[in-house]
Nanobody, 119 residues
Framework: QVQLVESGGGLVQPGGSLRLSCAASGSIFSINAMGWYRQAPGKQRELVATVTRGVGTNYADSVKGRFTISGDNDKNTVYLQMNNLKPEDTAVYFC?????????????WGQGTQVTVSS
């Protein structure tokens, strides 16, 4: 029902910035939450930031004060602004969307975009 496409990843030096984009299509008006997750090689996928309708935003402790999740409804796009990047931020970043239909919760994931922080 919902398709997500991430973009904006790349190589950046420590202390630099990147802005990731997640473009949503399909039944976009049914979405009640979106988030960014990341997964480094050999590690589990972890939550980075989420935004939930009627609730607000939530951030992992490791990115608080550095990352900001935001959206542009006119462009059906959610962003992750990443500032003061650290080598430990290196990972594949995934966009997630969730919606509820009846008693079921549905989820869709993007394909991921690579972020590499290195000098």
């Amino acid at each position: 029902q919902v398709q997500l496409v991430e973009s904006g990843g790349g190589l950046v030096q420590p202390g630099g910035s990147l802005r990731l984009s997640c473009a949503a299509s399909g039944s976009i008006f049914s979405i009640n939450a979106m988030g960014w997750y990341r997964q480094a090689p050999g590690k589990q996928r972890e939550l980075v930031a989420t935004v939930t309708r009627g609730v607000g935003t939530n951030y992992a402790d490791s990115v608080k004060g550095r990352f900001t999740i935001s959206g542009d409804n006119d462009k059906n796009t959610v962003y992750l602004q990443m500032n003061n990047l650290k080598p430990e931020d290196t990972a594949v970043y995934f966009c997630d969307a969730r919606w509820i239909a009846g008693a079921s919760v549905y989820e869709s994931w993007g394909q991921g975009t690579q972020v590499t922080v290195s000098s």
